[in-house]
């Protein structure tokens, strides 16, 4: 009998609480959130349309002033830097090397970035040095800093990608 007693007064409080008005918040404006069991599921499917740059990518969220992107890579990245951008990356799955400094050989502007305003690419990086990446890292990449993902053959690495102008 007291579990009836109990289960009346939750829907008579929750009776109540519909007709005074009191609903349950509706998340903020801009809220996400990415579970990780969701963000495995995704970089699995991208790893299955890796393209010839030797990754995959698919933009999670846009909110202008920084951005989220999941990717997935299956070999060496091209050497890049972004002048007015920082990137954060948590790395998710995998492992890789991260070259980090030096400097961009052959730098071209990169057309598939912010339309190549102040982003480069280039064929390699000169000096700079190296950092070992697993699941669980998170790297804090400053503008200006060139930069390249070095994956082993046979390796793959996931990452969310946080792009802050």
Do not use: C
Not at 94 to 123: C, D, F, S
Not at 142 to 162: D, T
């Amino acid at each position: 009998m007291n579990l009836g007693v109990t289960t009346m007064f939750s829907s008579r409080a929750l009776a109540a609480f519909f007709l005074a008005g009191v609903l349950p918040a509706a998340e903020p404006s801009g809220f996400a959130l990415w579970k990780a069991e969701s963000l495995k599921q995704h970089a699995q499917a991208l790893s299955k349309s890796v393209r010839p740059d030797r990754s995959s990518r698919e933009t999670l969220a846009d909110y202008q002033s920084h951005r989220f992107r999941l990717l997935y890579r299956d070999g060496d990245g091209y050497p890049e830097q972004h002048d007015n951008e920082i990137d954060v990356v948590i790395v998710q799955d995998g492992e890789a090397t991260l070259l980090l400094g030096g400097k961009i050989v052959n730098p071209e502007k990169n057309p598939e970035a912010n339309n190549g305003v102040g982003e480069w690419k280039g064929t390699r990086i000169d000096g700079g040095e190296r950092h070992a990446l697993a699941a669980g890292d998170v790297v804090h990449i400053p503008a200006k800093i060139p930069h390249s993902f070095l994956v082993a053959k046979g390796k793959h690495i996931s990452y969310v990608l946080l792009k802050i102008k």
